[in-house]
């Protein structure tokens, strides 16, 4: 599991039935560097993920990745790779 900040909303354009009723959001993996600052920026290569959470744009998520994404929607086959899992409230980053 990884920590990202929401930077936006992807919209599909044919739709993907698997996708019907989820929303896509664009993800910036933070960086330990950009974590311990406490800036607010990520510093990775953005990516996208399913989020049933609701995360807002700049919001801070974790988010897991690979075929561990796709478990919350067993038995269905959905093609996923990243899943919000969980929206941060608070870090507190110890020396």
Not at 4 to 17: K, Y
Not at 41 to 60: F, H, P, T, Y
Request: with cysteine; glycine share 12%.
């Amino acid at each position: 599991m990884r920590l990202g900040v929401v930077r936006g909303h992807v919209v599909l354009n044919p739709a993907v039935a698997a996708f019907h009723g989820k929303t896509l959001v664009v993800l910036e993996p933070v960086t330990m560097e950009n974590l311990r600052a406490g800036n607010g920026l990520g510093g990775g290569k953005s990516l996208v993920a399913i989020d049933e959470l609701g995360a807002a744009k700049g919001q801070m998520v974790a988010f897991t990745e690979g075929r561990e994404a796709a478990n919350p929607f067993w038995p269905n086959a959905v093609p996923v790779d990243a899943y919000c899992s969980l929206i941060v409230d608070s870090i507190n980053i110890q020396p």
